[in-house]
């Protein structure tokens, strides 16, 4: 949705860091999550994070949420080739809707070798 | 069965025909959801469903656009007089919510993939 921004593209090398970043508007959004996607599957959720939190971490991935700047961001850590396909950031809760996500266009992330 | 799934995978039509896409949830899912993926931009929210009533429609583009669960599991999205710009991967998600606030994973199917020449 337009009120969710990601850059479009990353590319990394293998064993490095990604960061991925997303902006949204809705200062009334509770979860705020990270979806992954792969040619020809569907959404896998990555992981979330709730509102009231600052820090994430499961695994190699760590989240980020700044609820001033209303930013959000995913550290990849150690990342592999695996890990290439498109990451979504998205948001829940948005004024009075139960249940919808609001999506951001998503970034394409590549890893190099 | 294990996940969530949707049938066809793929569908070539004509444009001013009649489509039904379908989605099977996972078992005992109460909440169903569908959303539409263009090329190059992320999922757009059309429809959500609590059991067999649909909690929310907003995001159906017009009226050509309609969905039903009539017994609170297997979701049609049924759309009339296709169109070009129909032209999508459509999603179906469920999960076992909902209460507000609260969180529960939605569990994304594979899409089916519509084309409209």
């Known amino acids: 949705g337009e009120d969710v921004e990601q850059s479009l593209f990353l590319s990394v090398r293998e064993g490095d860091s990604s960061v991925i970043n997303c902006t949204y508007t809705d200062s009334s959004s509770t979860y705020l999550y990270w979806y992954k996607q792969e040619p020809g599957a569907g959404l896998q959720l990555l992981t979330y994070i709730f509102s009231n939190m600052d820090m994430k971490q499961d695994q190699r991935l760590t989240v980020l949420l700044n609820k001033k700047d209303k930013h959000l961001s995913l550290r990849i850590a150690d990342t592999q080739t695996g890990d290439s396909a498109i990451y979504f950031c998205?948001?829940?809760?948005?004024?009075?809707?139960?249940?919808?996500?609001?999506f951001g266009r998503g970034t394409q992330l590549t890893v190099w070798p | 069965g294990a996940g969530v799934s949707q049938t066809p995978s793929n569908k070539v039509t004509e444009k001013g025909k009649y489509v039904e896409l379908r989605c099977d949830p996972i078992s005992g899912h109460t909440a169903l959801y569908w959303y539409r993926q263009s090329l190059g931009q992320g999922p757009e929210f059309l429809i959500y469903?609590?059991?067999?009533?649909?909690?929310?429609d907003s995001g159906l583009p017009n009226d050509r656009f309609f969905a039903v669960r009539p017994e609170g599991s297997v979701s049609t999205l049924k759309i009339q007089r296709t169109e070009r710009g129909d032209s999508a991967v459509y999603l179906c998600?469920?999960?076992?919510?909902?209460?507000?606030?609260?969180?529960?994973?939605?569990?994304f199917g594979p899409g089916t993939r519509l084309t409209v020449l």
């Open positions: 469903f609590q059991g067999t009533g649909a909690a929310d």
């Open positions: 998205a948001e829940k809760n948005r004024g009075s809707t139960l249940g919808r996500l609001y």
């Open positions: 998600a469920s999960s076992a919510e909902v209460g507000w606030g609260s969180h529960s994973e939605q569990f």
